[in-house]
């Protein structure tokens, strides 16, 4: 079956290290979407791609970069991890830009001390 | 910007019981209005959705209920069972694909 994993499940960081979270679809679906989940927040996205060689800044970007080179990955990166980055990560995918339903992956669960 | 305001936060019924979850949006290029549920440990995963042409959309228990002119739709689980305890999303989206989330109710059904 198809499906979207994310690696690892859980990861602790310090503060200042370059971390990466990686993301993996076999849907070949063209919409990637990196969100994080806070309580009281929901989830906010971070940083969206439409199709390989794009990528756009979501709501929360700041400190996030991503790159889109092929349709299965969309590995997110934190520059210099903050304490407030502390966070759970999700990725999601949908088929094209006009697709409306996204599926996501189990969750990233980070913390940067 | 508070695009879209969900509520209540949480949610206590008993088994058996109606659960009413409410979202108010702002964004008139919505044009998808789904709901995401999500167990503990688990990415969200789309519940039901109801597109701008109709004011209901029924799936067993669960009904949309959407109203254009107030930019409000709730969620309505009827019979409500232990198993339907998650936190549940209201999460509309435009043509962008981009998922706009409420800040999402915990519900807790109680035996």
């Known amino acids: 079956d198809a499906e979207i994993t994310q690696s690892p499940r859980h990861k602790i960081t310090e503060t200042g290290r370059q971390v990466t979270l990686a993301c993996h679809q076999t849907w070949n679906h063209n919409n990637m979407f990196w969100y994080r989940q806070d309580l009281g927040h929901g989830l906010r996205l971070i940083h969206y791609?439409?199709?390989?060689?794009?990528?756009n800044k979501g709501e929360v970007s700041d400190g996030y970069s991503v790159s889109r080179s092929n349709t299965e990955d969309l590995p997110l990166t934190l520059e210099s991890a903050a304490s407030s980055q502390t966070s759970v990560y999700f990725c999601?995918?949908?088929?094209?830009?006009?697709?409306?339903?996204?599926?996501f992956g189990q969750g990233t669960r980070l913390t940067v001390v | 910007q508070q695009q879209v305001k969900q509520s209540p936060q949480s949610l206590i019924v008993q088994k058996g019981g109606i659960s009413i979850i409410n979202c108010a949006y702002e964004?008139?290029?919505?044009?998808?209005f789904p709901w995401y549920q999500q167990f503990p440990g688990k990415g969200p995963a789309l519940l039901i959705a109801?597109?701008?042409?109709?004011s209901e959309k029924k799936e067993g228990r669960f009904t949309i209920s959407f109203n254009k002119s107030a930019k409000q739709f709730s969620l309505h689980i009827m019979d409500s069972q232990p198993g339907d305890s998650a936190t549940y999303f209201c999460a509309p989206t435009s043509n962008t694909g981009k998922l706009i989330f409420g800040q999402g109710t915990t519900l807790q059904v109680k035996p």
């Open positions: 791609s439409y199709g390989v060689q794009d990528t």
């Open positions: 109801i597109r701008p042409d109709v």
């Open positions: 964004n008139t290029a919505f044009d998808y």
């Open positions: 999601a995918s949908s088929e094209s830009p006009a697709a409306r339903e996204a599926f």
